[in-house]
């Protein structure tokens, strides 16, 4: 599966379920806690999904690879939103062209 495959209800699906994430040799595990679809338009697509990972181990914004074991192997680009009690957040976004 690639990540042009994977749109709100594939990840919506896979909600509170954890994921793999690697950035420059180091690997932390994420959870996915929210998918909210964006519809701008019927001819745009656009989602955001968010991850909580541990408070212990923060991480910058960056192209991740991703592993999950549904979904399989695909990178992200993510940026840090908030430190929170329960660990730090990270959102990602997508915004493409419906065919």
């Known amino acids: 599966m690639t ?7 594939a990840f919506s699906e896979n909600l509170n379920t954890k994921f793999r994430a690697t950035l420059g040799g180091k690997t932390v595990e994420l959870e996915l806690i929210a998918v909210t679809e964006l519809n701008y338009s019927p001819r745009q697509e656009a989602f955001s999904i968010v991850f909580r ?4 181990s923060p991480l910058n914004q960056g ?3 991703i592993e999950h074991e549904k ?3 695909l990178a992200i680009f993510m940026t840090p939103i908030a430190r929170q009690q329960d660990g730090f957040h990270y959102e990602a976004c997508f915004n493409r062209l419906r065919e």
């Open 3 to 9: 990540i042009e495959d994977l749109d709100a209800k």
């Open 63 to 65: 192209l991740f690879d």
């Open 53 to 56: 990972g541990s408070v212990d």
């Open 71 to 73: 979904l399989g192997s």
